[in-house]
């Protein structure tokens, strides 16, 4: 089972976060189920880029990218060669290290 590891976030993960998980899990849910409240406005139907993040190890073992997430990320604050939307992400077999951008382009917060 690959392993998570989610570097430190000030706000959603002040001590960062490591845990193992199956391959083919959907990656914003599975950060949610670790306690990691993740931005998701659109509820993950692929509407916004609220859940961007970084991917700094393990990127190629995510699935491919497909054109709609490519010009949401295009809007995406802090975006890299290596960024992804987590509610389009499904994990692979190999380790991961995770980054959340520290700003999205959501305005306004619930909570």
């Known amino acids: 089972m690959p392993i998570i590891k989610v570097l430190p976030h000030e706000e959603l993960c002040p001590n960062g976060a490591e845990f193992s998980v199956e391959s083919n899990k959907n990656l914003c849910k599975i950060l949610l189920e670790h306690g990691i409240e993740i931005e998701h406005a659109c509820d993950m139907s692929r509407a916004c880029t609220t859940c961007h993040i970084v991917v700094r190890n393990g990127f190629n073992s995510l699935n491919e990218v497909d ?10 604050w802090g975006l890299t060669s290596q960024s992804r939307l987590s509610c389009q992400s499904r994990i692979g077999t190999e380790d991961l290290i995770i980054e959340i951008p520290k700003y999205t382009i959501n305005h306004a917060k619930e909570g």
């Open 67 to 76: 054109e709609m997430e490519e010009d949401l990320l295009d809007r995406a």
